[in-house]
Each structure stands twice: as structure tokens, then as C-alpha cells.
């Protein structure tokens, strides 16, 4: 076993409090650092108070795909690759920083963020294994994630030309309800 520094072994320490904290399953905590099981599950316990949760991880590209989800992971993954090309930041470190952007572009906005840090990091996987890739808007210019072998010519962007019941939800529902039993009051006196 290679010996590593103290500095060494507190950056790595350091990296997975950083991960922890952002909501990093244990599946991506071993997969990204050196740390031992043991110590990771350590870790979390002490960051978060429970032991990490169990089970399998996201392992389908078509979630990405679909309206909402395909908006949030193209935010999250053309920030992720500005990080990692033009500020030369590790994989790791693009990683986190680009989820943190993406959660504080999420609160700015007043939105729901869509992914969480372990489907952040199954969208990067995806793209390394050569099975997602960036489309150009013919609308936008905007780059968004689609199906590695998708049309690409004359696509549109779910931003651009999102779906009829896009909104709709079952908050901008009772949003609207609110409203109008509001108007109704408001007309009544």
C-alpha cells in the first residue's frame, strides 16, 4: 500500500466532508476518493448524524431526457465542462463546484433543484462512457444533453419549445386556485 503525506491524506479527508455535505452517496464517495469504506462510512456518520443510505444508484440516461431534467442536467453539465476546460479545475473539483453553482443558481431563481449530487455525478459518467452528448439549439445556440446518437440538425431545446403542460404541476395549480379564490374574495367585498 502507497503511504501518503498527512497533507495529502487531510486534502482527501477534506474532499469527501465537501462531497458529504453536497449529499454524495457512498457509491461515489468510493469511487472518487482513496479513503477506506471504513473510514468514508466514519465520515458520514459524523458530517450527517445517520449512517449512508443503501441501495442501487440512477443507471438510466433517459431520465436526462426527459423536459424539466433535460433543462437542470444541460445547466449543471456545460457548467461542469466550463470548469473543467476553461478554469483547468480537477474532475473532482469541477464536480463540486459546478453543483454548488447549479444549487445556487436554483435558489437564485427560486426553483427546485431537479438533480442531486449523485445524479450530477451519473450525467458526467454518462458523457465520459461516450453515451450522452451535447446537442447544439438551432433556436438558442444553447448546448443541452441528449442521446448519443440523436438527430442532430434542426433539434430544439426543452427551454425553447418546452412541452403543452410544462408548469403544471401540482404547486402552479394550487398557486392558481390561491389566486383566483383571492380575486373572488376581493370581488365579493
Known amino acids: 500500500m502507497l503511504k501518503r503525506s498527512l497533507t495529502e491524506d487531510a486534502q482527501e479527508v477534506f474532499r469527501a466532508i465537501a462531497l458529504i455535505e453536497l449529499g454524495a452517496r457512498m457509491q461515489v464517495l468510493e469511487s472518487e476518493l482513496t479513503l477506506s469504506r471504513d473510514r468514508m462510512i466514519r465520515l458520514y456518520r459524523e458530517v450527517k448524524g445517520v449512517s449512508p443510505p443503501k441501495g442501487m444508484l440512477p443507471f438510466s ?5 426527459t423536459w424539466l431534467a433535460n433543462i437542470h442536467a444541460s445547466l449543471f453539465y456545460n457548467t461542469y465542462l466550463f470548469l473543467k476546460n476553461e478554469a483547468r479545475c480537477s474532475h473532482l473539483d469541477a464536480l463540486t463546484k459546478g453543483y454548488r453553482l447549479y444549487l445556487e443558481h436554483c435558489q437564485h431563481s427560486e426553483t427546485e433543484p431537479v438533480l442531486d449530487l449523485t445524479r450530477a455525478w451519473t ?4 458523457f ?3 453515451i450522452l452528448q451535447l446537442t447544439k439549439c438551432c433556436r438558442c445556440t444553447g448546448k443541452f444533453v441528449a442521446h448519443k446518437h440523436d ?3 434542426n433539434v430544439v431545446c426543452g427551454a425553447c419549445q ?3 403542460r410544462a408548469g403544471k404541476t401540482k404547486k402552479a395549480a394550487a398557486a392558481r386556485r390561491e389566486a383566483l379564490g383571492a380575486a373572488q374574495v376581493a370581488q365579493a367585498a
Do not use: E, K, T
Open 162 to 164: 418546452p412541452p403543452s
Open 123 to 126: 450525467l458526467v459518467r454518462f
Open 61 to 65: 440516461a433517459d431520465w436526462y431526457m
Open 128 to 130: 465520459d462512457a461516450d
Open 151 to 153: 438527430l442532430q440538425h
